[in-house]
């Protein structure tokens, strides 16, 4: 995603990679629907959630609720690689 764009000089969010091809993204319509729509019902109990800050934004998130996957807000980031839009839970079960 793009934080900045000038004449000169184009500012990403996140890290980007020699030899590493980028392209846009296609569009997905209604993001807010969409996004809203992707999270699961019934998942079980949540023992920690963390949601992309653009999931806010762009989800339209203020004022409405993401279901039992409620949890900090912040930069994309899991196991130190910065993912913008994501949104990460961890669940446990018994095993089978």
């Known amino acids: 995603m793009f934080a900045s764009i000038d004449s000169n000089k184009i500012t990403f969010f996140a890290p980007v990679f020699e030899g590493v091809k980028y392209r846009h993204a ?19 109990p949540t023992v ?15 004022g409405r609720g993401t279901g039992s996957l409620q ?17 990460v839970h961890v669940t446990v079960s018994k095993r089978k």
């Open 48 to 62: 920690f959630c963390c949601n992309c800050v653009h999931n806010f934004v762009y989800g339209a998130l203020e």
């Open 71 to 87: 949890g900090p807000m912040t930069f994309g980031e899991i196991a130190y690689q910065l993912l913008n839009q994501t949104l």
């Open 26 to 44: 296609k569009p997905v319509g209604d993001y807010a629907e969409r996004f809203l729509a992707a999270i699961p019902k019934d998942i079980g």
